[in-house]
């Protein structure tokens, strides 16, 4: 069991910001230009300024922030971004808990605070020579006060469903209890991982790299199952030869470790999922 952290008596307001940085990665194999062109629309359907301005006003619901202002812009030829100023919501944000536990699942889910924000962009992307397409979209929740972004990891993973992932938190700042005393974080953390779900640890392989002492931490994560069928647009496996199969699998295994591994990759090594 985690252990609670005893309630704070501060000063004054809670001046700590706590920023969730979450950048996903959906990769494709398409190989023509009417394969890339398909992938391309799909993507600024599932992905467009609509849909993720719908998944960030259910993560200020889950984190307990009150949306003051929204802006939003579809780009052409493709990407989409969203922007949205929160805040805290005094007698919300109290019944709000920032214990180490995975928050809800898509399908269960003021007084103004400057420097609260959550933002999306997106960036796909193809390489011809290869076939491979990969899309990419950045998420930022910054909260300023007592709320923690974390608790809305759970239902992105889910909402946003990827191959690779990377996260990192961190507590800036500090606040100040009622003897003067200085606290640079309010919430016990040992991994951003503890905020996670379990199936979706079973089906990611994960590593962290985490700086304690200043506040820092850093979870990745890559998809564990490689269905071919999963990464192919407009095609099946079973219509590729036994060559086709093995070249795709592995420029599509190439891809997804170079990400996670975020270096290019030498011809020889081996790639994530052998």
Not at 84 to 89: A, H, P, Q, Y
Not at 109 to 130: G, R
Request: hydrophobic share 35%.
């Amino acid at each position: 069991m985690p252990t609670t952290l005893k309630k704070l008596r501060l000063e004054g307001f809670n001046n700590l910001t706590k920023t969730l940085s979450f950048n996903i990665y959906d990769v494709c194999y398409a190989d023509s230009d009417e394969q890339r062109e398909a992938y391309i629309q799909y993507i600024d359907e599932a992905y467009n300024a609509e849909r993720l301005t719908a998944i960030l006003t259910d993560v200020a619901e889950i984190i307990g922030a009150t949306i003051l202002n929204v802006a939003h812009q579809d780009y052409d030829p493709q990407g989409a971004s969203v922007t949205m100023l929160i805040s805290e919501e005094p007698i919300a944000a109290g019944q709000i808990s920032n214990t180490a536990s995975p928050g809800p699942l898509p399908e269960a889910v003021v007084a103004h605070l400057d420097k609260s924000h959550i933002t999306v962009h997106t960036y796909p992307e193809s390489n011809p020579q290869t076939g491979i397409s990969t899309f990419r979209a950045d998420i930022d929740v910054s909260t300023c006060g007592r709320i923690s972004p974390l608790r809305a990891l759970n239902y992105l993973i889910h909402a946003l469903e990827s191959d690779v992932v990377i996260m990192d938190y961190r507590v800036r700042g500090f606040t100040r209890d009622v003897g003067g005393r200085k606290h640079f974080i309010d919430h016990n953390i040992s991994s951003i991982q503890n905020y996670l779900s379990r199936d979706t640890k079973n089906r990611y392989q994960m590593v962290d790299v985490n700086v304690y002492q200043e506040n820092l931490f850093h979870t990745k994560m890559v998809i564990k199952d490689f269905r071919l069928d999963d990464y192919l647009f407009c095609i099946e496996a079973k219509d590729l030869s036994e060559r086709e199969h093995q070249r795709i699998q592995k420029l599509l295994r190439r891809e997804l470790s170079e990400i996670f591994y975020g270096r290019n990759l030498g011809r020889n090594l081996e790639y994530l999922g052998g």
